[in-house]
């Protein structure tokens, strides 16, 4: 019980804190909606099949912007402050805070995620959409997108500095995840690259569940991305231990 009090007062005090701070505005709310309003406002289609192939990665993109925009503040806000330092110190495991730090930003990025959606209702037919699996893949994406966020906030100092390295990651990903070019038409020695990246398989779900074109199995993208989430999860803790504890 005690564990379920401190989660959800971490989390609520992040929320009323960090989550309407200008970087979060600019970075996880107006850039994706932005670039979704732009991506609609130039498809000439009005018949929906442009604008519903932009659906994966116009959802992808805001995830990911959303999720590690978040992090980039709320850690680097209370690394400055030692707030985070408290909590550290204070009575509950490394685990439940980590999960605390990252549950309001996974819950964001889901949000946001759906943004774009919301504006293809007025101009599209969203019919036969798989609305089960495209749940599924964009929890996933806001889950592995926020531990990467978490584990780039860790190793910053301000939020100039999260932002920065944030970028050298997210924008790369935008092209080599397959969110509006294909993997296959990348070049060759891309292409591995491509497949090292989470949300690679995230996009893939997600196309098969609104356009049906994904060409990797749901089962086996499924288990890729739980084991990058187990994977940043631990990272993530270990890094905390190593530059804050230890």
């Known amino acids: 019980m005690n564990a379920w009090i401190a989660f959800w007062n971490v989390l609520k005090k992040d929320i009323k804190n960090y989550y309407l ?6 970075w996880g709310i107006i850039f994706p909606l932005s670039w979704t309003l732009m991506q609609f406002i130039r498809t000439p289609s009005t018949q929906g099949i442009d604008i519903r192939a932009l659906l994966p990665g116009l959802m992808a993109m805001s995830i990911l912007f959303g999720t590690t925009s978040m992090l980039a503040v ?52 969203l019919l036969g959409i798989d609305w089960g699996l495209a ?55 891309l292409q591995p690259i491509s497949y090292c990246l989470p949300l690679t398989y995230g996009v893939d779900m997600l196309k098969r569940a609104i356009t049906y074109t994904g060409y990797m199995n749901v089962w086996i993208n499924t288990l890729i991305l739980f084991g990058f989430t187990v994977l940043l999860f631990y990272y993530c803790k270990w890094s905390i231990e190593r530059k804050w504890i230890l």
């Open 135 to 189: 749940i599924i893949s964009v929890l996933f994406m806001a889950v592995t997108s926020t531990l990467l966020g978490l584990a780039i906030a860790v190793s910053s100092k301000e939020v100039f500095e999260a932002q920065t390295y944030s970028n050298f990651f997210r924008f790369p990903m935008l092209f080599l995840s397959g969110l509006f070019l294909p993997i296959e038409r990348l070049p060759v020695f």
């Open 74 to 125: 709320t850690i680097t806000f209370e690394r400055r402050g030692r707030s985070f330092d408290r909590l550290l110190s204070a009575p509950i495991s490394l685990t439940t805070l980590v999960l605390a730090k990252i549950s309001g930003a996974i819950l964001f990025g889901t949000i946001i995620a759906f943004s774009p959606i919301i504006l293809a209702v007025f101009m599209t037919d």
């Open 21 to 26: 701070k200008p970087p979060n505005i600019s």
